[in-house]
């Protein structure tokens, strides 16, 4: 009381919210009025920004908190009621004539789009010390993830418009205190990577208070008794933070009618955006979640029907680490095991998703965004009364579906994973421990699978493309396949690629192709080596003839030797750039390579 003459009447009322919210602990040491003042106005700055970052407010923060908590230390189920059953979706085939369709129709509809890049979180497993945006998707053009992520929005923007209108496809980033910073830096410092400044926005997203016991007492920071201590909410808050911005009426009013969510680190997921558009705008999914063949244990959520026993169901992720327990639970005694596919019968999530905006927003306006949150306390032994360390509420994006009434279209599309998932998550030491059959998802594995990809892609369109070598980096054994990489611009879809090779080409194993350019064009090319084609958009060039060198050579790296750029050591291997053949077309004008 003595000190609430420092307040504004805002913030006293925010005051007399925790006191009877049972948190005056928060406050009750405070000194004298004189000292200290500075450090207790922060301290009621702080929580206003807790109180109007959270939909409902503290009060309904640590109300919520209590319930969670209380469910948690009684072990209630959270899928009471419910049997988990596989789900039937859309499955596509890279390349064949149903994919094909989907990915014209998603082409058309990128017009009317929007993209949404996670990018708030650290990226723990992995432990790299940068953010994982900025690190390159493949090392053998050293382009990052967000630049690939922005050239194919604007590969996509080009080819939808087609030189009809004049759309932008608008692209926001939610960052957190952790990313903010080094994501706007990135993108500064490299012109928005050709993108409209206008173009891109960033939302940061704010940490939530931590609780220190099950009656949701909120913890303080060990550092500073006048802060309360905050920790990551998780990516549910980009739908919170997508309305409360006004960033969705925005988009609404600017005639927007999907909205595409992705991750941070997945380099192969552009090679599955236009179909699965397509599939949305087809089937009119509200939600549509894209998934690949799981394998069981592997740390991606699984796709799965809840069917209750009151008669509702819905499909919904559930969590990688929930999936296991619940299935045992529902008399499956051997849990989440692989059936006769060599995979799980449950799709894997991979958090891309697609919603209809129209009722995406009318959701959004009854619930403000707010997601089913969880908790997830260490105790510190079975009695459940205390916990390790504080906790706090966590949400996820894919959990949006929750809230929705049975009458919603929530659909999903599978897709082979090596054309759709490829992220860096695991560090090299934990990635080499992953059981052997289960991908990796390291920065070895990540940028080996770009390669694989695109040659797979090549040899569909009737490019020989060589047969992979094994080759162990950092204790993961991978397919080594020729490095092939091209600017989204020269193939952002199947018929894309398809119209750039003609005729009978071939690549050796030990191949290095980099196309970075629109228009080039691949004619009875015979490639054993390293080939580097760059050219501006009014250039055409057909590249053909033999061209044999050198090329780049791989060299094994240790993850433990420092003296070694991070980014790179913890891929386990660099390029010797020892020979090549690289050639540059920037004037506009048609042109012919012919080694
Ligand atoms: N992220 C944020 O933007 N803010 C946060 O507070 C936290 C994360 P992780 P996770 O596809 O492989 C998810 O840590 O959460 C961003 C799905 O839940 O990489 O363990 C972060 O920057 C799971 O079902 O993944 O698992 C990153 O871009 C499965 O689909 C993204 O959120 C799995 O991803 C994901 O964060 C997967």
């Given at each position: 009381h003595k000190n609430l003459s420092l307040l504004s009447p805002d913030q006293i009322e925010l005051a007399k919210m925790l006191v009877a919210m049972e948190q005056s602990h928060l406050f009750t040491n405070w000194p004298e009025p004189g000292v200290d003042d500075g450090e207790k106005k922060a301290f009621f700055d702080q929580v206003t920004r807790l109180n109007s970052s959270y939909p409902g407010g503290l009060a309904s923060y640590i109300k919520t908190a209590r319930g969670l908590l209380s469910d948690s230390k009684t072990g209630k189920?959270?899928?009471?009621g419910f049997t988990p059953s596989v789900p039937t979706g859309e499955n596509l085939s890279y390349g064949d004539e149903t994919f094909m369709k989907f990915e014209e129709a998603g082409v058309k509809e990128a017009q009317n789009a929007a993209f949404v890049l996670v990018?708030?979180?650290?990226g723990e497993r992995l432990?790299?010390?940068?953010?994982?945006?900025?690190?390159?998707?493949?090392?053998?053009?050293?382009?990052?993830f967000l630049q690939h992520y922005i050239e194919n929005v604007l590969a996509l923007q080009e080819a939808s418009n087609a030189g009809q209108s004049e759309r932008d496809i608008p692209f926001a980033i939610m960052t957190s205190d952790d990313t903010h910073a080094r994501t706007m830096q990135l993108l500064e410092s490299n012109k928005y990577f050709g993108m409209k400044p206008a173009q891109i926005k960033l939302l940061k997203q704010e940490k939530v208070a931590c609780l220190e016991d099950n009656d949701a007492r909120l913890a303080l920071d060990p550092q500073n008794k006048f802060r309360i201590q905050t920790k990551p909410h998780g990516h549910g808050d980009v739908h919170a933070l997508l309305y409360s911005s006004g960033v969705l009426e925005e988009w609404q009013r600017g005639g927007v009618r999907w909205v595409l969510f992705f991750q941070d680190t997945?380099?192969?997921l552009f090679k599955a955006i236009p179909a699965s558009l397509g599939v949305s705008a087809t089937k009119g999914y509200h939600v549509n979640s894209l998934a690949v063949p799981r394998k069981a244990k592997e740390a991606i959520g699984g796709i799965t029907k809840l069917t209750h026993t009151d008669g509702r169901s819905m499909v919904i992720n559930v969590e990688y680490n929930q999936l296991d327990p619940l299935l045992r639970a529902t008399?499956?005694?051997?849990?989440d095991v692989n059936c006769e596919t060599g995979y799980s019968p449950f799709p894997g999530n991979i958090n891309q998703l697609i919603m209809e905006l129209g009722p995406y927003f009318e959701e959004l306006k009854k619930t403000g965004g707010a997601i089913k949150e969880f908790v997830n306390p260490k105790y510190?032994?079975?009695?459940?009364?205390?916990?390790k360390s504080s906790t706090r509420l966590e949400c996820m994006?894919?959990?949006?579906?929750?809230?929705?009434?049975?009458?919603a279209r929530v659909g999903f599309t599978v897709m082979d994973a090596w054309v759709a998932y490829a992220p860096v998550k695991n560090n090299p030491e934990d990635a080499a421990k992953v059981?052997?059959?289960?991908?990796?998802?390291s920065a070895t594995s990540g940028e080996m699978a770009v390669y694989r990809a695109n040659s797979l892609i090549l040899r569909r369109a009737g490019v020989q493309v060589e047969d992979p070598v094994q080759q162990e980096f950092n204790g993961q054994e991978v397919e080594v396949w020729p490095r092939v990489v091209w600017k989204p611009k020269w193939g952002l879809t199947f018929a894309d690629v398809k119209k750039k090779v003609a005729g009978s080409s071939s690549i050796s194993q030990k191949s290095t192709l980099a196309l970075k350019g629109r228009n080039i064009f691949i004619e009875n090319l015979s490639l054993d080596g390293a080939l580097v084609v760059e050219s501006g958009d009014g250039a055409e060039v057909k590249v053909g003839g033999s061209v044999k060198n050198k090329g780049w050579a791989i060299e094994k790296v240790d993850y433990?030797?420092?003296?070694?750029p991070e980014e790179i050591r913890i891929r386990g291997f660099r390029f010797q750039k020892t020979e090549q053949l690289e050639k540059q077309y920037t004037e506009p004008g048609k042109f012919e390579l012919k080694a």
């Open positions: 189920n959270p899928f009471d990018a708030g979180g650290l432990g790299y010390n940068g953010i994982k945006v900025a690190l390159p998707r493949e090392t053998t053009t050293g382009a990052c997945n380099g192969l008399g499956n005694p051997d849990g510190k032994d079975a009695s459940k009364t205390a916990f994006m894919q959990d949006y579906p929750k809230t929705l009434p049975p009458s059981p052997k059959g289960n991908p990796y998802h433990k030797d420092t003296s070694v």
